[in-house]
Each structure stands twice: as C-alpha cells, then as structure tokens.
C-alpha cells in the first residue's frame, strides 16, 4: 500500500516535468479546455462512486477522490499536450484520443488493478473506453468554442477597419 501511494504522487508529479517543454502560449491556449474537462471529470467521478462504476482501493490521501492524481497528473497536462499536437485536426485528435484512451482503458485499468489501486466494478473496459471517447469530443467542441470566442474580437476590428 505504501509503494502505491508513491506510485500515485509519481504518476501525478511526473507529467509536470514536461509542461515547460509546451511553451507559455499552449499552456494560455488550451488551458480553458483541460481545465474544464477536469472540472467535469471530478463531478462525472462523484457520479461513478454512486453508481459503483468502479471503486478505489488505495488512494494517494484518505478521504479524498482516488481519481485526484490522475485527473491532476496525466490527465490534464495529457490534454495540453494532446491538443498542442493535434488540434485542428479532428480527426488526428480522435485517433491519439483513441489510442490513449485504449491504452489506458486495457493495459493502464489492469495494471493499476493488480496492484490493488482501483478496479472496475459495474463498468466494461468497453463502456469506459467509450466514456473517456465521449469526454474527448466534449473537451474539443469546448476548446473550440473557447477558440471562436477568442478570434470573434479580432474579426470584428478586422471588419471595421477594413
């Protein structure tokens, strides 16, 4: 149980190491995005503990979410570097989303279960491979709009003095 607390703060701490390698402007762009799908992946994990989709065993700080790590960690600095990549190609976006989200959903779920992490319960591989595709889109039609809104201004001085 120790190592897996350690394994957590690493699995947590770790993909930090790499936001200065993004550069300051995909951090400010793509910022509204991850933050927004975390926000919606804290109250989605509130929803999945009462519907007992999948249960954690062993948690980086009693009392809180198991999912804190992974949504602090992987999940959101893997959604700024996804989106430096791939955005504006949705389709490109789709396929590393897939990838990851496969990658995870299989190999990521069995290994953290056979180290007694979290497991699931009333949730297939299948149907949480589908839920995290669903959040995929959700962030990129998000991030999309955040980019229109951003744009409008400019567009709308580049009409009056024109």
């Given at each position: 149980?120790?190592?897996?607390?350690?394994?957590?703060?690493?699995?947590?701490?770790?993909p930090?190491?790499?936001?200065?390698?993004?550069?300051?402007?995909?951090?400010k762009?793509?910022?509204?995005?991850?933050?927004?799908?975390?926000?919606?992946?804290?109250v989605e994990?509130i929803?999945?503990?009462k519907?007992?989709?999948?249960?954690?065993?062993?948690?980086l700080?009693?009392?809180?979410?198991?999912e804190?790590?992974?949504?602090?960690g992987?999940?959101?600095?893997?959604?700024?570097?996804?989106?430096k990549?791939?955005?504006?190609?949705?389709?490109?976006?789709?396929i590393?989303?897939l990838?990851?989200d496969?990658?995870?959903?299989?190999?990521?779920?069995?290994?953290?279960?056979?180290l007694?992490?979290?497991?699931l319960?009333?949730m297939?591989?299948?149907?949480?491979?589908?839920?995290?595709?669903?959040?995929?889109?959700l962030?990129?039609?998000?991030?999309?709009?955040?980019?229109?809104?951003?744009?409008?201004?400019r567009?709308?001085?580049?009409?009056?003095?024109?």
């Open positions: 149980m120790k190592h897996n607390k350690m394994l957590l703060l690493i699995l947590m701490i770790l930090w190491l790499s936001v200065p390698f993004l550069g300051k402007r995909t951090i762009r793509f910022f509204p995005g991850a933050l927004f799908m975390g926000a919606w992946i804290t994990s929803l999945a503990k519907r007992v989709w999948w249960r954690f065993t062993d948690k700080i009693p009392g809180v979410m198991g804190i790590p992974f949504i602090v992987p999940f959101f600095v893997g959604s700024l570097w996804i989106f990549l791939t955005f504006g190609n949705f389709f490109r976006y789709l590393v989303n990838i990851t496969v990658l995870f959903t299989f190999l990521g779920m069995h290994f953290l279960r056979r007694g992490i979290v497991s319960v009333r297939k591989h299948y149907q949480m491979s589908l839920l995290f595709m669903a959040k995929s889109v962030m990129y039609i998000f991030q999309g709009s955040i980019e229109k809104l951003r744009n409008k201004p567009a709308l001085l580049q009409r009056i003095f024109s």
